[in-house]
């Protein structure tokens, strides 16, 4: 398991970094050799698979690129899935401007595999519509809900995506609850945040591994994004985003 816990600055938006942070070094973050690590395999994922796409922007930050990372998540999702048919291929879904009971309940009807968020944060949490959400609270939660859906034969949440700003220090706690989870410990542009997700999403749905994808999309957005793992990142297709199991 990684760990990282220095967190520094806002998403900014613009696609820059500025302010009196833009100059802060960011510690290289270096891959671990999984297979030294001898992690269990992931939790399987009964297909089809679902994402939770949670974009909230508040009025007192700038603006995030939200309508376009999901863009972004849309063109790499039809490229992959555009021939499959309606009712067997996975589900996309995006909830705006959503509080934390909001999420939990599309998380209770929905059962997705992966939560992406796109957002604001702060070291005291996740700067949801309207109140702040802190790891403590996600936590029980979701494993609430894990125990639920495994007891019931639905879906577990797998992955959590924090694409915020001060977000790796509350992606390594929600390691606790889920088998992945990312965060980006400084200052982020909003291009950047774009262009991870958009390489994240690309590759994950070819069924490349979480660990290749992830390096790919940091490669080609920021070094601040840290992975946290519990379990074997390069196992082919981790999460069945591109194949039944």
């Not at 999901?70 to 039809?78: L, P, Q, T, V």
């Not at 700067?127 to 577990?156: C, S, W």
Request: net charge neutral.
């Amino acid at each position: 398991m990684l760990s990282h816990a220095i967190v520094l600055d806002d998403r900014l938006t613009a696609g820059v970094v500025g302010g009196s942070h833009a100059s802060e070094t960011i510690a290289e973050w270096i891959e671990p050799i999984w297979s030294e690590l001898k992690l269990e395999s992931p939790t399987k994922s009964p297909w089809r698979f679902k994402i939770l796409f949670i974009g909230v922007n508040n009025s007192e930050k700038p603006n995030l690129g939200l309508k376009e990372e999901f863009k972004k998540m849309e063109s790499a999702f039809d490229k992959q899935f555009n021939s499959i048919a309606d009712d067997d291929k996975p589900l996309l879904i995006a909830i705006p401007y959503s509080t934390w009971k909001g999420v939990m309940d599309h998380v209770g009807s929905k059962y997705p595999t992966i939560l992406h968020f796109g957002c604001h944060a702060r070291t005291s949490g996740a700067k949801l519509y309207g109140e702040t959400v802190q790891p403590q609270q996600m936590i029980p939660a979701i494993q609430h809900h894990n125990d639920f859906a495994r007891k019931n034969g639905h879906a577990e949440i797998l992955v959590i995506v924090s694409n915020a700003c001060k977000s790796d220090m509350h992606a390594e706690k929600l390691l606790e609850c889920v088998d992945f989870s990312i965060g980006h410990r400084a200052p982020l542009g909003d291009r950047q945040a774009l262009n991870f997700t958009d390489s994240l999403c690309s590759n994950l749905f070819k069924g490349m591994n979480f660990a290749g994808s992830f390096g790919i999309a940091q490669s080609v957005s920021s070094n601040g994004y840290r992975l946290h793992a519990k379990k074997d990142s390069v196992k082919k297709d981790p999460v069945g985003t591109s194949r039944r199991w």
